[in-house]
């Protein structure tokens, strides 16, 4: 049974249109209709950084401004390449149990109990 997931996603990744396979682009994501990330692909290579530091070292990469809740701490080890930014940042937040949220050219990032406010 353990087998059986895997080919499966297998299978239904091969069964996509072209237009809605996963390409450099971004990333596919089974029901939806776009990309679900499309920020320019960064490398990454930090160990035990500070998260609040790499949460606002995105302010550049992604050209917004960055908002963190000052609840959020912690470190991040990543060794990532050639994925768009906010993949990695939302990766990173994720393992971290935090969320970022988009509002025009601000991203807040926070708790996801707190975003929702």
């Not at 450099?24 to 679900?36: D, F, K, M, N, T």
Request: proline share 5%; net charge positive; aromatic share 4%.
């Amino acid at each position: 049974m353990e087998g059986v997931l895997p080919a499966l996603l297998i299978l239904l990744a091969a069964s996509l249109p072209a237009s809605r396979r996963a390409t450099g682009a971004g990333v596919v994501v089974l029901g939806e209709s776009a990309a679900r990330y499309r920020g320019e692909p960064v490398s990454l290579d930090l160990k035990d950084a500070d998260l609040v530091d790499v949460c606002l070292s995105f302010s550049k990469i992604a050209r917004a401004n960055v908002v963190v809740d000052p609840g959020v701490h912690g470190a991040v080890t990543v060794r990532l390449r050639d994925v768009p930014w906010d993949q990695a940042l939302d990766l990173i937040l994720r393992m971290n149990g935090y969320a970022m949220q988009r509002d025009g050219r601000i991203l807040r990032v926070g708790r996801p109990e707190v975003l929702s406010r």
